[in-house]
């Protein structure tokens, strides 16, 4: 059955106003913040799949062919007898966009390698998030709408097959360590009047069903996105060569994130990018990203404000951070808010790797960040600096909407070289209140503390130690 682009905006849109979060009612922060912490991954519920596997095999597929159909008939077999494992067996396949029905994992067994490809024109328009603004766009490469239990789990290989002459030159970019053409061209990159007129498109309100992109156009579709999706799983795969952000959960609920690998250096390769969901737990990965390795978000500027669902709940903790801009971040689509956010037992270590904990928003965003936890974190080399919380990211101060920064502690923080120890850019009209940093050492720090605007920062024990001077040439 063939369905017209407006007849498939208007299912979308009518198909309900997804899956309602769970009740807003806030736990207690007790006078131990990190026992409420341990609530709170209780209860993260996991996806309820039966235990039975419907191998592709089974519908056709066989390595070194496009398996898109074989995939499809395979998960709503699966859908339809009450869920399952949908497996992909160890060889190498290609498909097109993957579409999870509930209580269905897509299961990679060890050997397995699904390639996605590289032709828009397999990834069909679907309703999507795109830097924090709601819109029609390109299918990301795995997608789940408005699903309960789903999952993409196993010890395969997704390879989003983005490379310099796929996807990322829609950023302006033609290798995999960021090198943008527009510095060196007149030409701009393609996405750029794109991307201006989706924002503009959300600042004068705009329904979403006539903000249509997909073909003729240029926004990148994140790899992995369960979007009003509740109990959700992903987990132990590894993640390569992605379009755009690489793990998008996306105003769902009990999201975990456990054992996958992330080896992705296009643009804007963020590794795992929660956006307005509500108990999230991310455990035992590794990111060597383009971009942030997790970022927190909750839409941007009008968007964010119009569904004013912030990103809460969420621990972080043992996963290995390697390059990237930040390596925990939250930001910059952060209009909705962030709160009660526990990282620990990390570590960071890369000359390429920009800021260890990052807060970035503006006076475009606003929005609230507060009950930020973060102990135990051991950091190599970070260019700038360890703690990087900037109210002026970007634009800087010329929007209305004043951001809040505040109850952030940090403990028991090292690291061994940065340009600075703490970098620091308030405003005088957005004080930045309750910053506690005790317990830490930062070493070979090049230029000491950046701290600017107003700022309620306490610190005990503290050391700070300076890098060692470098000797004049002869």
Not at 217 to 238: A, D, K, Q, W
């Amino acid at each position: 059955m063939t369905v017209s682009r407006r007849a498939l905006v208007r299912n979308v849109l009518v198909a309900g106003t997804g899956l309602a979060l769970a009740s807003r009612t806030s736990w207690a922060l007790v006078s131990d913040p990190w026992k409420g912490a341990a609530d709170l991954v209780a209860r993260i519920a996991p996806p309820r799949i039966p235990r039975r596997d419907f191998p592709i095999s089974k519908y056709g597929a066989k390595p070194g062919i496009d398996v898109s159909a074989a995939i499809r008939k395979a998960i709503d077999a699966c859908h339809r007898e009450g869920g399952g494992r949908v497996v992909v067996p160890a060889g190498e396949y290609l498909t097109g966009a993957v579409h999870l029905k509930s209580r269905v994992d897509l299961h990679l067994e060890a050997g397995a390698t699904l390639r996605f490809s590289q032709d828009p024109a397999h990834y069909p328009l679907v309703f999507t998030r795109w830097e924090g603004v709601e819109l029609m766009n390109y299918s990301p490469l795995i997608y789940a709408f408005e699903c309960e239990d789903v999952a993409v789990t196993g010890p395969g290989t997704l390879d989003g097959q983005a490379d310099e002459t796929h996807w990322w030159p829609w950023k302006g970019i033609t290798t995999g360590q960021r090198a943008d053409v527009t510095k060196n061209s007149d030409v701009p990159a393609p996405q750029i009047a794109d991307r201006n007129q989706l924002f503009q498109q959300a600042e004068d309100g705009v329904p979403v069903a006539q903000r249509i992109y997909g073909p003729g156009h240029f926004l990148r579709p994140s790899f992995i996105e369960p979007y009003r999706c509740n109990r959700v799983l992903i987990e132990g795969v590894t993640i390569r060569n992605a379009p755009f952000w690489v793990t998008h959960p996306t105003l769902s609920t009990s999201v975990t994130v456990r054992g996958i690998k992330v080896i992705s250096h296009g643009p804007n390769n963020d590794g795992c990018d929660p956006e307005s969901c509500r108990g999230v737990l991310i455990e035992d990965c590794l990111f060597d990203t383009g971009d942030d390795c997790i970022a927190l978000k909750s839409g941007r500027n009008a968007d964010g404000r119009r569904l004013s669902a912030p990103v809460e709940d969420v621990v972080i903790r043992n996963c290995e951070m390697k390059d990237g801009h930040g390596g925990i971040t939250i930001g910059s689509e952060i209009s909705g808010g962030a709160r009660n956010v526990f990282a620990e037992k990390c570590k960071l270590d890369s000359p390429n790797l920009e800021r260890a904990l990052r807060f970035k928003t503006n006076t475009l965003r606003g929005g609230v960040i507060e009950n930020v936890y973060v102990r135990d974190i051991e950091i190599g080399n970070v260019k700038l600096a360890p703690i990087e919380i900037d109210l002026r990211y970007e634009p800087g101060d010329s929007g209305s909407f004043i951001p809040e920064v505040r109850n952030v502690t940090v403990e028991r923080m090292r690291s061994a070289k940065s340009r600075h120890g703490l970098y620091i850019r308030g405003l005088e009209q957005a004080p930045v209140r309750n910053i506690v940093v005790r317990d830490s050492v930062f070493r070979g720090v090049e230029a000491g503390h950046v701290i600017e605007g107003t700022v309620e920062l306490t610190m005990s024990n503290v050391t700070v130690e300076a890098a060692p001077k470098k000797e004049a040439k002869p």
